[in-house]
């Protein structure tokens, strides 16, 4: 994940309503990659099944195997050897423990698996009477053993109320730095300057920022002139938009 590409496709992701075992989001650990060990202690940490999933019919996969053993247990127990080796030799998981990528999140962003659930998990729990199982637990109730390092990265709608504030500004601060640089570097009627000077413009007009906006797009119109004539299509543009700012000022 690129973190400075798109900030709201990011947002996206991690709001996917795609669940994985411990809801949407992007699984991850807490804990740094030498305190696991070994990569194969990564890979059951990380891909402990569900207790008999419904959708797999092998009955030699990990999920009907940890049936006839103890998920609560982990890995360690001896009831549970035949779902560790299971998860090592599923072709599904090869290299998934073979590179570390580090995270920095926000911590609204954050949910344990041994802390409250999700806010739709904890709400689905309290109508049924079932809140404290979820802690602990995957979003089938399966209590998991105990230390297992799972994180889940998700969008809580606290993380959406700071993204929903702080995209907008990042953008029309990346965009002002490069306009400052095109100006700069190309000049002020050049066709690259210009169209981010109406970019610039575009955000402060949809963050009702009129009055910001009106100096970007008069600058626009004049470059708009000198490089294309009162006639050109771009500068008839140009020109309404001005207009409609001027307008909502």
């Known amino acids: 994940i690129r973190g400075d590409r798109d900030p709201v496709a990011l947002m996206e992701f991690l709001d996917t309503a795609d669940c994985g075992d411990f809801g949407p989001g992007l699984l991850a650990n807490a804990s740094e990659p030498d305190a696991f060990g070994y990569k194969d202690d990564v890979l059951v940490n990380n891909h402990w099944p569900r207790v008999g999933d419904p959708k797999i019919s092998d009955l030699e996969h990990e999920t009907w195997l940890l049936a006839m053993g103890d998920s609560a247990a982990g890995p360690g127990d001896s009831y549970n050897l035949r779902v560790v080796d299971a998860i090592l030799d599923n072709p599904a998981h090869r290299n998934h423990a073979d590179f570390c990528i580090p995270l920095i999140v926000p911590r609204c962003f954050v949910?344990?698996?041994w802390k409250p659930w999700l806010p739709q998990a904890s709400k689905a729990g309290m109508a049924e009477g079932k809140e404290e199982r979820m802690v602990g637990c995957n979003r089938w109730g399966d209590r998991q053993w105990e230390g297992r390092d799972i994180c889940m990265v998700h969008v809580s709608d606290a993380g959406k109320a700071m993204l929903a504030d702080v995209v907008p500004k990042q953008r029309l601060e990346i965009v002002s730095r490069r306009v400052?640089?095109?100006?700069g570097a190309r000049g002020r009627v050049h066709v690259d300057t210009v169209a981010a000077v109406e970019y610039l413009a575009l955000l402060l007009?949809?963050?009702?920022?009129?009055?910001?906006?009106?100096t970007p797009l008069q600058q626009a119109v004049d470059c708009r002139l000198a490089m294309?004539?009162?006639?050109h299509s771009h500068t008839l543009t140009a020109q309404r938009c001005l207009g409609r700012c001027l307008k909502d000022a």
């Open 205 to 214: 007009h949809g963050a009702g920022r009129y009055d910001d906006a009106v």
């Open 228 to 231: 294309n004539g009162k006639t």
């Open 111 to 113: 949910v344990d698996i």
């Open 180 to 183: 400052a640089h095109l100006e």
